[in-house]
């Protein structure tokens, strides 16, 4: 797995941030002074529609793209606060088969295998399209145990 980590300033406008050295599949932002929730945006999701760890929405105008060497950030203040600090860290698969990013349709059938990842993952993060939290489980979890995170 490919990761990367950074800082930069908010500046209240569409911007870019470059220099990552690869084209993230995952890019989770924080603020570093606020108590905030951390914003994530995959490489599957729609153009434009951060997601929250917990809390409930997606985040329109927050990061809005990943591009070969970094991400695109929109103007709300959740990533991009004119003069605020921000943490970003950056993920991409290197082909060692330890880090996927995908998606699948929900069909409400309990004990659902998800098939095509290519090895048995140690964490897992879920979040649906939705208002609802994000969902991650640990490969030490107890069967059929997941938990809302608290980013």
Do not use: C
């Amino acid at each position: 797995m490919k990761v990367a980590t950074g800082q930069y300033t908010g500046t209240g406008s569409d911007t870019t941030i470059t220099g990552v050295g690869f084209t993230p599949a995952l890019v989770i932002i924080k603020n570093h002074t606020s108590s905030g929730f951390a914003r994530w945006y995959t490489s599957t999701m729609a153009s434009n529609d951060s997601a929250y760890f917990v809390a409930a929405g997606n985040d329109a105008g927050a990061i809005k793209a990943l591009n070969t060497d970094g991400f695109s950030l929109g103007t709300s203040s959740n990533v991009n606060a004119s003069g605020s600090l921000y943490n970003w860290i950056a993920f991409a698969a290197d082909g060692s088969d330890d880090f996927k990013v995908g998606e699948y349709t929900g069909n409400d059938n309990d004990n659902r295998s998800i098939t095509g990842v290519g090895f048995q993952p140690d964490f897992l993060f879920i979040k649906a399209e939705d208002s609802r939290p994000a969902i991650y489980r640990h490969k030490d979890f107890a069967a059929d145990h997941g938990d809302y995170g608290d980013y």
